[in-house]
């Protein structure tokens, strides 16, 4: 089965850039999520990208896709302490369900 | 803006009492999910449905059965809960169409004693 793989955490500076990575394994996915997820709360849905995609950029996120690789990354640029929470990629499988990774923990330092 | 409700954030139950977990969404999806979290174990699918009276059991089922009378509304059961059923329940709906990303409630976290 599919199986969606990130590091377990990360940690940077207020200001500075972050980037998280997933790798994925089903290479006919149509679409990859990142979601984030604040202490205590449910999963809120960040971005999306479809895979005939390369890049999608939405304010201070940048999401880039590595189709050959199956890797998905997600910047984010002057990383805030509002910043601070899990993150979570996701690939969908059969039935419209989604794989998620186990999630990146990111904090950010002042 | 697409919105899913959980009846409780904090729930306190005993060993052996039938626990009812409900989830509501407002945007006619079709799909309806229950995951729960644990550290560690990431989200793990119970139950979904993908459609009112349809459900299909997910990754750990054992323990657990769901209701979808409406369209609107899917319930979570624990016939008689246990302590291992300690979690943060999550609850997603979504659309039957791409790019079929799931909206989140806030959570319930259920503590059995």
């Known amino acids: 089965g599919e199986d969606v793989e990130q590091s377990l955490f990360l940690s940077v500076r207020e200001g500075d850039s972050s980037v998280i990575n997933c790798t994925y394994t089903?290479?006919?996915?149509?679409?990859l999520y990142w979601y984030k997820q604040e202490p205590g709360a449910g999963l809120q849905l960040l971005t999306y990208i479809f895979s005939n995609m390369d890049m999608k950029q939405d304010q201070r996120l940048t999401v880039l896709l590595n189709k050959k690789d199956k890797h998905l990354s997600l910047r984010i640029a002057d990383t805030q302490t509002g910043d601070s929470a899990i993150y979570f990629c996701?690939?969908?499988?059969?039935?419209?369900?989604?794989?998620f990774g186990g999630g990146t923990r990111l904090m950010v330092k002042p | 803006d697409v919105k899913v409700t959980q009846s409780s954030r904090y729930l306190v139950k005993r060993t052996g009492e039938k626990v009812f977990l409900e989830c509501v969404q407002d945007m006619d999806h079709e799909n309806m999910f229950w995951y729960r979290q644990d550290p560690g174990l990431g989200l793990r699918l119970i139950y979904f449905s993908y459609d009112v009276k349809m459900k299909e059991k997910g990754d750990i089922p054992e323990g657990y059965s769901v209701s979808r009378e409406k369209k609107e509304r899917f319930s979570l059961i624990l016939e008689s809960a246990s302590t291992n059923q300690t979690s943060m329940y999550l609850c997603?709906?979504?659309?039957?169409?791409?790019?079929?990303?799931?909206?989140f409630g806030p959570g319930t976290r259920l503590t059995v004693t």
């Open positions: 996701a690939e969908p499988n059969a039935g419209n369900m989604l794989t």
């Open positions: 089903d290479s006919s996915s149509t679409y």
């Open positions: 997603a709906s979504s659309t039957g169409q791409g790019p079929y990303e799931q909206y």
